[in-house]
């Protein structure tokens, strides 16, 4: 059974930056293609960046510019790196597959951005 742990979220002011990690257990991460998602409240999940597992990266274009995503195998973790944070940027984050099926979901990590 896979399990993912997020953290690294908090509340900071608009222009700020935060890094956010994500550990995953349970699984050959090296294979799996990866992917930050948020949900804002009364929102849809969405997905924000990814990265394969040979390091290629995509972003959507509200966070293109401002957030990197990374990855290290060898400690099974994900990264995003966040900067130039706006008040839209605020939901709770998670990390998963960035293919079907995707896997049990985290708690999540709380990222709340004042204006």
């Known amino acids: 059974q896979v399990q993912l742990v997020e953290s690294g979220g908090d509340l900071v002011q608009a222009g700020g930056s935060l890094r956010l990690s994500c550990t995953a257990s349970g699984t050959i991460f090296s294979n799996n293609d990866m992917g930050w998602y948020r949900q804002a409240p009364g929102k849809q999940r969405e997905l924000v960046a990814t990265?394969?597992?040979?390091?290629?990266?995509f972003y959507t274009d509200s966070v293109k510019g401002r957030f990197t995503i990374s990855r290290d195998n060898a400690k099974n973790t994900v990264y995003l790196q966040m900067n130039s944070l706006k008040p839209e940027d605020t939901a709770v984050y998670y990390c998963?597959?960035?293919?079907?099926?995707?896997?049990?979901w985290g708690q999540g990590t709380q990222v709340t951005v004042s204006s």
């Open positions: 998963n597959r960035k293919w079907a099926p995707l896997w049990d």
């Open positions: 990265v394969s597992s040979f390091s290629s990266t």
